[in-house]
């Protein structure tokens, strides 16, 4: 069975960086994308990027072009989303999602969501 | 951008009912459409892909239909487990996007 497992809720202040990982199993890491969608309290779901783990080719909604970091470490079969200054309308929930066959496509399975919290 | 429009918003139902969400898409996306659940406090769930095909494991009284810009997902004899929020979600061109969601409540 495919799962990923996501990393746990963090808390940071604003300013500070932070890396949540995504890590796959039941399936080879590198042949599928992964994708990575944000909702913020709530409100809806929305895509903030892809990756594809054999060859790191990724591509960023424009809306998040900047903001993050998409990233593979392939001998950990482990994706990641980073931030190098967070901001409080960065709380949200994060989750990671498998594309099925190629980055224009539909996610499953998806991840159990990472809670970030960004407070002063 | 493509943007997704759902509609309802949401909506009341009671078990048994059958109910029909509508997306609308602002080009036309042929059939690259995908729908998913989410309930309160967990991660979505695919149920239908490209429009008209049920993911496996996903209960045959969901339906989706259409193409090109408008689509709809249909549930038909709600259960009591069906009560979530639906997200449409294209899949034709990046950046990929989600409709605004429809909220099933109970009646």
């Known amino acids: 069975e495919v799962y990923l497992v996501q990393s746990g809720a963090e808390v940071r202040k604003p300013g500070e960086s932070l890396n949540i990982s995504c890590k796959p199993s039941g399936y080879t890491f590198t042949s599928y994308w992964i994708a990575w969608v944000r909702q913020m309290p709530g409100k809806g779901l929305e895509w903030m990027g892809i990756?594809?783990?054999?060859?790191?080719?990724?591509r960023y909604s424009p809306s998040f072009q900047g903001q993050v970091t998409i990233s593979v470490d392939k001998s950990i079969s482990t994706a990641y989303l980073q931030w190098s200054s967070l901001k409080a309308s960065d709380t949200a929930m994060y989750y990671c999602?498998?594309?099925?066959?190629?980055?224009?496509?539909?996610?499953?399975?998806w991840g159990q969501g990472t809670l970030v919290t960004v407070s002063s | 951008d493509t943007q997704m429009t759902q509609s309802p918003s949401s909506l009341s139902a009671s078990v048994g009912d059958r109910v029909a969400i509508t997306c609308r898409a602002s080009?036309?996306?042929?059939?690259?459409l995908n729908w998913y659940q989410q309930k309160p406090g967990k991660a979505p769930n695919l149920l239908i892909y490209?429009?008209?095909t049920l993911q496996s494991g996903v209960p045959s009284r969901f339906s989706g239909r259409g193409s090109g810009t408008d689509f709809t997902l249909t549930i038909d004899s709600l259960q009591p487990e069906d009560f979530a929020t639906y997200y449409c979600q294209q899949s034709y061109n990046t950046p990929l996007t989600f409709g605004q969601g429809t909220k099933v409540e109970i009646k």
């Open positions: 990756i594809y783990p054999g060859d790191s080719d990724t």
């Open positions: 999602a498998r594309s099925r066959d190629g980055y224009l496509n539909w996610f499953d399975p």
């Open positions: 490209e429009a008209s």
């Open positions: 080009q036309n996306i042929r059939k690259f």
